[in-house]
Nanobody
Framework: QVQLVESGGGLVQAGGSLRLSCVAS????????MGWFRQAPGKEREFVAG????????YYDDSVKGRFTVSRDNAKNTVYLQMNSLKPQDTAVYYC????????????WGQGTQVTVSS
């Protein structure tokens, strides 16, 4: 089992920034890919960004490229999502995930953290 706990969400004005954190515990050696997903009301959960644990390779959805940065600190079993130039359409519950870069590939989910961007 792997437990994931997110933090860092909140309310921010358009153009502002937030940094999300995700701390993994348990059998953390089992995951090689961590991702961030989001789900807005009435919409399906979607991929936002991901990172390979050992190579550090990163992946982004086109909607966040150039604005969001995913990073990791393996010593702390922590993954971060730095979100800059936030837009109202970024409003969603953000989920940390372990296992893959697609919803169907994820083995473990965090509980989610709300991000609200006001216009």
């Amino acid at each position: 089992q792997v437990q994931l706990v997110e933090s860092g969400g909140g309310l921010v004005q358009a153009g502002g920034s937030l940094r999300l954190s995700c701390v993994a515990s348990g059998r953390t050696f089992r995951w090689t890919t961590m991702g961030w997903f989001r789900q807005a009301p009435g919409k399906e959960r979607e991929f936002v960004a991901g990172i390979r644990r050992w190579s550090g390779d990163t992946y982004y959805d086109d909607s966040v490229k150039g604005r969001f940065t995913v990073s990791r600190d393996n010593a702390k079993n922590t993954v971060y999502l730095q979100m800059n130039s936030l837009k109202p359409q970024d409003t969603a519950v953000y989920y940390c995930a372990a296992g893959g870069l697609r919803v169907g590939e994820v083995d473990y989910w965090g509980q989610g953290t709300q991000v609200t961007v006001s216009s």
